[in-house]
């Protein structure tokens, strides 16, 4: 059964699941993290954060003060929190509590294909996509002045 659910309505469920040590595994919609997530294209596994704090390079469903359900990448672990971001986005997302964590990426389904976020080509994919974050930086701030 496909069916479109609101984040906010299957958290509870989600945490739950999370909390006895389960999986969870859903279709995110969303630009935010291309190209390796396209919009409701891939299916993501995630599973309850073992390591407190997480790791750079982690892929993380976390909750914004606002309420919004985000699936983004940790680029940096901090004193005062993660700095997260998405692999489309250039403005990085300062203080994320280790509290506001829902779960962890443990796997994608791209093409009907199983990628461990333990894989070889995933871990060298994340290293370069954060590695490379300045020249996203100056694509999408010229993309900006020039086309806008």
């Known amino acids: 059964m496909n069916k479109r659910v609101a984040m906010r309505e299957l958290s509870p469920l989600m945490k ?10 859903f279709t995110p919609s969303g ?3 291309l190209p390796l997530l396209r ?7 995630i599973v309850k954060p073992q390591e407190n704090p997480l790791k750079k390079y982690d892929m993380t469903l976390f909750v914004r003060n606002n309420g919004q359900y985000i699936l983004h990448r940790i680029l940096a672990v901090k004193a005062d929190g993660y700095v997260i971001i ?11 509590q280790h509290s506001q964590v829902i779960g962890v990426v443990k796997g994608i ?5 199983y990628i461990s976020c333990e894989d070889f080509w995933y871990q ?6 954060v590695w490379i974050y300045p020249l ?9 002045l020039f086309l806008e």
């Open 39 to 45: 919009n409701r294209k891939e299916k993501v596994c």
């Open 109 to 113: 389904w791209r093409n009907g294909k």
């Open 86 to 96: 998405g692999d489309n986005q250039y403005v990085k997302e300062y203080r994320v």
């Open 31 to 33: 630009s935010s993290m």
């Open 136 to 144: 996203r930086w100056l694509y999408f701030r010229a993309k900006q």
């Open 16 to 25: 739950e699941t999370l909390q006895k040590g389960g999986e969870v595994i």
């Open 124 to 129: 060298a994919y994340c290293r370069a996509w």
